[in-house]
Every structure is written in C-alpha cells, then in structure tokens.
C-alpha cells in the first residue's frame, strides 16, 4: 500500500516527467478506441484505468500549480526589480557631489573600472548597494603608502543603463 512518503516522491518529481506521465495517462484514457487497438492498449486501459485517472489528474494538477508557482515569481521577480531600479535612480539623483564625481570617472573610464581602497566608507557604501562590484573576487593588491588596499572595481551595466535612460541622470552625470 502507498504510504504518504510515496506520494511526496511524486511531487519531487521534474516537471519535465511529470508532463510526460501526464500526457502518457492523458492519451491512453482519451485516444479513440481506433487508436488504442492499434497500439495494443486497450486491455491496458480497460484494467488499468482506475489508476489511470488519478495519475492524470494528479500529474495534471501538479503541473497546473508548478506553473502558477513559476509565473507568480516571475511577476514578483520584475516588480521586485522594478522597485530596486527606482530607488537606485532616487539614490543617483539626490547622490553628493563626491559620489557624484566618482560615479562620472567610472563613467569617463572606457571599461567602466576603477582601482579604489578596499576599505573606503564611500567604496563600501556603493558596493553595498550595487552599484559598483569588484572586478573579480582573487586579485593582485598592494598596499598604498598610507596602508590602505586597492582594489579594482567596476560600475554595474545597470546602473549605466538607469543613467542613459534618464534625462535628469544624464544631465547630472555629463553622460552625452
């Protein structure tokens, strides 16, 4: 007898065999008798069909909320993404004139990279909000004469985008 952990094997299962048993089933119980006779099914059908139909409605369901699943994320995914793209566009308006400096050298820079210190506030900063990205995870550094690590940076394509596409980031950031 089938116990409850048996049935959660099922749910486990990829979409891409659930969708297969689910067509399987589908067509055995719905082909045309015409069909089935020349595939010699329709013995299997006539004594297996009351599996048949639980299978096909269990795959068919699963499959229906795995899709749900799938697009309500997306969903969620682009507004989610739409929310950061705002306020990182309200964070570049209302950015400082230091931020602001630096973000246009980015911008001047023909690969968009930089090399700044490891531990600077405005560097962490900027970095903690996506920004700019270190240009790798395992890089040569060498101390500076004050002790301070460089490190190579790079402004996100992101944010280069947000500032192309607005008028007033555009202006702000002398980018032609």
Not at 4 to 9: A, C, Q, Y
Not at 37 to 46: Q, S, T
Not at 56 to 66: N, P, Q, R, V
Not at 141 to 147: E, V
């Amino acid at each position: 007898m089938p116990s409850v952990k048996d049935f959660l094997e099922i749910l486990k299962l990829p979409p891409s065999i659930l969708g297969a048993i689910s067509l399987a089933s589908g067509l055995i119980l719905f082909l045309p008798e015409e069909a089935l006779n020349a595939l010699y099914m329709v013995n299997f059908r006539n004594d297996f069909g009351f599996i048949l139909g639980p299978v096909f409605i269990l795959s068919i369901s699963i499959l229906s909320i795995m899709l749900g699943v799938f697009i309500v994320k997306r969903i969620a995914d682009k507004i989610s993404w739409k929310r950061i793209n705002r306020k990182t566009e309200a964070y570049l308006l209302s950015a400082d004139s230091v931020k602001t400096t630096l973000i246009r050298e980015f911008l001047a820079d023909r690969t968009h990279t930089l090399s700044l210190p490891m531990n600077d506030g405005l560097v962490i900063e900027l970095n903690s909000l996506g920004i700019i990205s270190m240009a790798g995870k395992t890089q040569m550094t060498g101390p500076r004469f004050d002790g301070q690590l460089e490190v190579r940076y790079f402004l996100q394509p992101r944010i280069i985008s947000i500032i192309d596409n607005n008028p007033e980031l555009k202006k702000k950031y002398k980018r032609k």
